[in-house]
């Protein structure tokens, strides 16, 4: 039995989760509605507020399926109710982050300043010129509108410049040695 997907997921009050034909689930709650369509060979139950997943055989993709079921559901419950966020850190001398409407204004060393528009439910924040917060309710989402911001100038093991997020660590070089003298 998968540890992860025999755990049952308690709905809070305020979450509506609704369970379509062929496992298409949609999850409603404060932070805005999320709806996906799950294996079709996974049994969820949902019963006095309590979801649950089950798998109808003991085969190795069911198994693998199981865990990764639950933990999907699970990631939908939580991002309507509390939601989701990343924090981006940006180093280095002259870059920095300003919003300007909608769009994300970053000034990244480039002869040009770099713009990026965010998809539909997810907010940026920009706190101080250093510093980005992204904001969803989808995991997905919210790890892959960060994960394209950082690639816009990936932080370099020498200096350090570039975007990172604020919990990675960057692993330093040392610098050129210097030339020999004859």
């Known amino acids: 039995m998968s540890r992860i997907g025999r755990m049952p997921i308690t709905v809070p009050s305020g979450v509506d989760v609704k369970i379509g034909e062929g496992n298409e689930v949609t999850v409603k709650g404060p932070k805005g509605t999320l709806s996906r369509k ?58 920095r982050a300003q ?18 528009e965010a998809v539909e439910g997810i907010t940026i924040e920009v706190p101080s010129p250093n510093q980005i917060i992204v904001k969803g309710a989808s995991k997905e989402l919210v790890g892959e509108t960060a ?21 990675e660590h960057i692993r330093r070089k040392e610098g050129k040695a210097g030339a020999k003298k004859k």
Do not use: W
Request: proline content about 4%; hydrophobic content about 35%.
């Open 38 to 95: 799950l294996h079709s060979d996974m049994i969820l139950k949902l019963e006095n507020g309590v979801l649950t997943v089950e798998r109808p055989s003991e085969d190795k993709m069911h198994k693998s399926l199981h865990g990764l079921t639950r933990t999907l559901l699970n990631n939908m419950v939580i991002g309507v109710t509390d939601g989701f966020q990343k924090e981006l850190e940006i180093n280095g001398v002259g870059y």
């Open 147 to 167: 994960a394209k911001i950082r690639e816009y100038r990936l932080p370099e093991p020498y200096k350090g410049k570039g975007i990172k997020y604020v919990d």
């Open 99 to 116: 919003m300007q409407g909608k769009k994300l204004v970053l000034g990244l060393g480039y002869s040009h300043p770099v713009e990026y």
